[in-house]
């Protein structure tokens, strides 16, 4: 019987055939899942299954019947023979620099950080574009994922978040490379980045549920699960739960403290400070925002954006401070506009309509009175 010291799809193809399982029978009998299996069989020599793959291939090859075991020793050394008569050049998956392809997503990211679309969507499409996933070995699939993760923060930041090309398709396709290497901390954190989309899109209440979920989810790290317990408050404010949501913030706030993250808890202090708005504390409101400056949390555009539109909105609300507020909203409006951060933009646009509509009522009953 022939020993595979060292699996290639090519070896789990043949084992396939041997047992004369289609896709599905045999990624259920390897335990991976059914796209892994056409991946082996389409790359064969050019892929290699991960280590804990290989121990689930060994066994599944112990176990064969006689007959499976030598069916299988014969189409490998016909696959094998084939290779080496047809002798075909290497897959263009083999011929990707990862090493470049990891330093193109590094430079992504500090060009997202800083809102620069057009150098993070040239990095990003440069590897996207051209490859299939499944001619990639695992290597450049974890590569093409976060590739994919970091497409799905671009669409995000620029507000396309829901449809074709958007933030929520795009991330949901990184959940599922994920999910097929079997990294679950990978899947926890695009499912956060989703329950994200869900509450930026409007669904407040099925993104509560999501956060609350992944606040105490053992696949994210400390952080993540403090993000998510404060994301739960922001969820609740805008539900109207006000007091809820300062008293979730406030304990996710104490975690960041200890973490020692302290732009999450500028953050915090940002959100408490519109939750104490939406109560009518604007002292608490002015307080909280005023130590959301003064950590100096604001050095992206989006950062000074959305601390700007925050401050605004409480100052708006007063009116021996309206006039101010409005001068804060107009500039945050310059700095969206120019960095072509569409949901903020729109944000914007909502926060004058709501603090328009008590003006024009009172109008209206003014002109009703008369």
């Known amino acids: 019987m022939i020993y595979v010291r060292v699996w290639t799809g090519l070896e789990a193809h043949a084992l396939r055939k041997a047992h004369r399982d289609s896709v599905r029978r045999f990624a259920t009998r390897c335990a991976v899942a059914p796209r892994t299996v056409s991946k082996w069989d389409k790359l064969l020599a050019a892929t290699t299954p991960y280590p804990d793959t290989q121990a689930i291939l060994d066994a599944v090859l112990a176990k064969a019947p006689s007959d499976v075991r030598l069916l299988f020793d014969a189409i490998v050394s016909e696959l094998r023979r084939a290779e080496v008569e047809t002798d075909q050049p290497a897959r263009r998956a083999a011929d990707l620099d990862y090493e470049a392809w990891a330093e193109d997503l590094d430079r992504a990211i500090v060009a997202l950080s800083w809102q620069n679309f057009t150098s993070a969507g040239e990095l990003l499409d440069r590897w996207l574009a051209p490859l299939d996933p499944v001619e990639l070995d695992d290597r450049g699939l974890y590569l093409y994922g976060r590739s994919l993760t970091l497409l799905g923060d671009f669409h995000c930041d620029q507000g396309a978040l829901l449809g074709p090309q958007s933030a929520e398709s795009t991330y949901r396709n990184a959940r599922d490379v994920f999910t097929q290497l079997g990294i679950p901390r990978r899947v926890a954190q695009i499912e956060l980045s989703l329950a994200v989309v869900a509450e930026m899109s409007g669904d407040a209440v099925s993104a509560g549920r999501q956060y609350d979920h992944l606040a105490v989810d053992s696949r994210l790290s400390a952080r993540d699960r403090a993000r998510a317990a404060l994301w739960v408050g922001t969820a609740l404010s805008k539900q109207d739960q006000h007091d809820d949501a300062i008293s979730v913030m406030v304990a996710a706030a104490r975690m960041f403290e200890t973490l020692g993250e302290p732009d999450d808890w500028s953050s915090a202090q940002q959100k408490i400070a519109l939750a104490h708005r939406g ?13 959301a400056h003064s950590t100096g949390r604001a050095h992206s555009p989006l950062q000074r954006v959305q601390l700007t539109t925050a401050t605004a909105h409480i100052l708006m609300t007063d009116p021996s401070t309206q006039n101010e507020g409005v001068e804060r909203l107009e500039h945050a409006e ?29 109008a209206s009953s003014s002109k009703e009175r008369a």
Do not use: D
């Not at 109560?279 to 130590?291: F, K, M, S, V, Y």
């Open 279 to 291: 109560t009518g504390n604007l002292t608490g409101a002015l307080r909280h925002i005023e130590l």
């Open 334 to 362: 310059k700095v969206a506009a120019g960095a072509n951060l569409g949901h903020q933009i729109r944000s914007i646009g909502k926060i004058r309509n709501l603090l328009a509509a008590p003006a024009a009522g009172a």
